[in-house]
C-alpha cells in the first residue's frame, strides 16, 4: 500500500512544485510554465497509415496565398489572408451557384491527384438563409461537390436552422443532399474523394468524425478549395468565413485507423515495446473506433505487425458498439485491458469502461458480465446528480500491493469533467473514492512511482501537466509540461493522452497530439522532475536510487 511521503522526496516534490498540496477536488491550477521537462521527438511515432503523405498545407501565415491557388470570379476586396490571424478570409457576397445560377464570387480552388483527402478548420455563423462556407470538390459551375456550413429553415419540429449539408450537382442536376444539424460555429470539415465516389464528415474537434453522406458516381477530374457565398436572396455582403488551415492529402488507405491515432498504452514487455493505441476509421462507419497494436525496439520506431485492429466493438445490443482508449498491465504471462466502450445518444458517443484479458497481447477475450445479452460495464457512470453520471473512461490502472488502483475521467450531465479514482481487488469490481479528485482535468493516463511519491501526468487546456501525490487521493497543484508545437509543427497546439514509463531511470512519454491525431515521443530532461522520479529511500540504512514504473515489468 501506499505510505506516507518521505521527508527527502517531500523536499525534492516542494522544489519541483513550490506549493502544498490542495484537498481533493480541488482544481489543478496551471502555473507559469517551467524550464522544459521533457524532450519532443520532432516528428510522430505512429500515426496513420499513409503519413507523412501530405500533399500540401496551407496554414495562411503569410500576406499571399501560395501560388498554387487560383480563383473563379475573384473579387479582391472581399478575401484576405495572413498576418494578424493568419487565416483566410472570405466576405460572402451576393450569389450562389446552386442549380443553373453561377454567380459565386472567391470561389478558391487548386489542383488535386486523381484520389484525395481535403481537411479545414472553419469558424463562420450563418444568420439567414442559404448563407454557408466550407469545402468544395468542383469541375464547373453546373458539377460540383460542396460540404458546408448553412443557415436553412427548419421544415419539421426539432429541425435546427444550422447545418452542415453536403450537395451533389452535377449537369445542373441535383443528384443528393446530405444534412446534419450542428451547433458549433467552429467545426472541421473533411472530404474525400476515391474512385466515383465522395464521402463527407464534419468534427466539432478534429477527432471524432460524423458522416455527413456519400455521393456516387461523382464526376472524375476537378479541383479543391473553399467556398463562401450569402446566397442568392441575401443583398450585399454577409457574414466572414475565417479559415485556419487547409490541407491536401493523398489517399493511400481506408481502414480502421486511417483518420488518425491515439491513446497509446505502452509496456516493456522484455526487449520490446508493445503498444495498444485507439484506431479511428471510416471503412465502415465513419465513427469507427477499434484498439489497435504495434511493436518497437526503441520506442520511437513502430511497426504494426497487423492491418487490421486486435479489438473491435460487437455492436448493438451491447453497449461496447466502438472501443477506445486501453489501459494495459501485464502480471506474470496475462495481459489485463481496461477499455472505453461507447454508447451512441443523440448523436454523442458516451463511455463506459470494461475489462478484457489476453495470453498474448493480441487474442483478447471479454471478461465483462452479461444482462440478457447485453455486456455490462465493470465501472460505469454514476448516479443522477454526481460528478460522473454522465460519461467515464478508463486512464491508468496500477497495483498497488493487493489492489488494483483506476485513475479514470468521468463527466457530468451538467458539463464538468474530471480525474476520479476506484480500487479493486479483482479488475472486476470497482468502488470510487469520493471525486472527484482534480476537477477540470482529464485523460489521467501515466501514473510513476519515485520512492513513495506518485506522479500523474493528465490534461488541461490542450497541454500535459503534471501532479504528485504521497496517497492517490490529495494531489498538488498540477504544473504544465509538455505544450503543443507552433502552427507548422504536427502537433500543433494540442497535446493529450500522456503515457509514461520509467525505463533505464529514464522517463519515457507517448502521447498524442495535433488537430489530426498522431502519436509523438517525448523524453524527460535533467532537473528537479527527473530527481523527483529518482527519490532516495533508505534500504538498511544506506541511501539507494528506487525507479519504478507502476504496472509496468
Not at 460522473?388 to 450531465?413: E, H, K
Request: hydrophobic share 40%.
Amino acid at each position: 500500500m501506499i505510505r506516507p511521503l518521505r521527508f527527502l522526496s517531500a523536499c525534492l516534490v516542494a522544489a519541483l512544485f513550490a506549493s502544498a498540496a490542495p484537498t481533493g477536488g480541488t482544481n489543478a491550477q496551471a502555473g507559469p510554465p517551467p524550464s522544459p521537462f521533457f524532450v519532443k521527438h520532432s516528428t510522430p511515432v505512429l500515426a496513420e497509415p499513409g503519413y507523412p503523405i501530405d500533399l500540401f498545407t496551407d496554414e495562411f501565415a503569410t500576406p499571399a496565398l501560395d501560388s498554387g491557388w487560383y480563383f473563379i470570379r475573384q473579387d479582391p476586396g472581399y478575401w484576405r489572408t495572413g498576418p494578424p490571424s493568419d487565416t483566410f478570409e472570405i466576405i460572402t457576397q451576393h450569389g450562389d451557384i446552386y442549380g443553373d445560377g453561377a454567380t459565386a464570387r472567391n470561389i478558391t480552388l487548386r489542383g488535386a491527384p486523381e484520389d484525395w483527402e481535403i481537411r479545414t478548420k472553419l469558424h463562420f455563423e450563418p444568420v439567414l438563409p442559404t448563407q454557408q462556407a466550407g469545402l468544395i470538390f468542383y469541375e464547373n459551375d453546373q458539377s460540383y461537390v460542396k460540404l458546408v456550413r448553412i443557415a436553412l429553415p427548419a421544415q419539421f419540429p426539432g429541425q435546427s436552422t444550422q447545418r452542415i449539408q453536403m450537395l451533389y450537382q452535377l449537369n445542373d442536376e441535383t443528384k443528393a443532399v446530405g444534412e446534419l444539424n450542428v451547433p458549433n460555429t467552429t467545426v472541421y470539415l473533411r472530404m474525400r474523394r476515391v474512385g466515383g465516389r465522395v464521402d463527407g464528415w464534419w468534427s466539432s474537434d478534429g477527432v471524432n468524425w460524423h458522416a455527413v453522406a456519400t455521393m456516387l458516381e461523382v464526376f472524375v477530374r476537378g479541383s479543391v478549395g473553399m467556398f463562401a457565398v450569402n446566397g442568392n436572396d441575401n443583398l450585399g455582403a454577409g457574414p466572414t468565413a475565417t479559415y485556419e488551415w487547409f490541407r491536401v492529402f493523398n489517399v493511400v488507405s481506408l481502414g480502421y485507423d486511417s483518420l488518425g491515432v491515439a491513446t497509446p498504452s505502452v509496456i516493456k514487455d522484455g526487449a520490446t515495446y508493445k503498444m495498444w493505441f485507439t484506431g479511428q476509421g471510416d471503412n465502415p462507419p465513419a465513427t469507427a473506433q477499434a484498439i489497435g497494436y504495434a511493436e518497437s525496439q526503441d520506442g520511437i520506431t513502430w511497426t504494426r505487425p497487423f492491418t487490421t485492429p486486435v479489438f473491435t466493438g460487437q455492436g448493438p445490443p451491447s453497449n461496447d458498439r466502438f472501443v477506445a482508449e486501453p489501459t494495459v498491465l501485464k502480471e506474470g504471462p496475462l495481459y489485463r485491458m481496461w477499455y472505453a466502450g461507447y454508447r451512441e445518444v443523440q448523436g454523442r458517443q458516451l463511455g463506459d469502461i470494461y475489462y478484457a484479458t489476453s495470453t498474448d497481447g493480441v487474442t483478447w477475450r471479454r471478461e465483462n458480465r452479461t444482462r440478457e445479452g447485453v455486456v455490462l460495464p465493470v465501472l460505469g457512470v454514476g448516479t443522477p446528480g454526481t460528478w460522473d453520471d454522465l460519461d467515464v473512461r478508463p486512464g491508468r490502472v496500477i497495483r498497488d500491493g493487493a489492489l488494483l488502483v483506476m485513475y479514470y475521467t468521468g463527466r457530468s450531465q451538467r458539463g464538468g469533467v474530471g480525474i476520479g479514482r476506484a480500487t479493486s481487488t479483482d479488475g472486476l469490481i470497482w468502488t470510487k473514492s469520493p471525486g472527484p479528485l482534480i476537477a477540470n482535468a482529464s485523460n489521467p493516463r501515466s501514473v510513476t512511482r519515485a520512492g513513495e511519491t506518485l506522479t500523474l501526468l493528465f490534461q488541461q487546456d490542450g497541454r500535459i501537466l503534471a501532479a504528485t501525490s504521497a496517497d492517490g487521493l490529495r494531489w498538488s497543484p498540477g504544473t504544465p509540461v509538455i505544450a503543443g508545437g507552433p502552427a507548422t509543427a504536427w502537433d500543433a497546439a494540442t497535446v493529450v493522452d500522456a503515457w509514461g514509463i520509467v525505463d533505464n531511470g529514464v522517463l519515457k512519454v507517448w502521447y498524442s497530439g495535433g488537430p489530426i491525431r498522431r502519436i509523438g515521443f517525448a523524453q524527460a530532461t535533467g532537473g528537479a522532475l527527473v530527481q523527483t522520479f529518482l527519490a532516495l529511500t533508505t534500504v538498511n540504512g544506506a541511501a539507494t536510487a528506487r525507479v519504478s514504473s507502476v504496472g509496468n515489468p
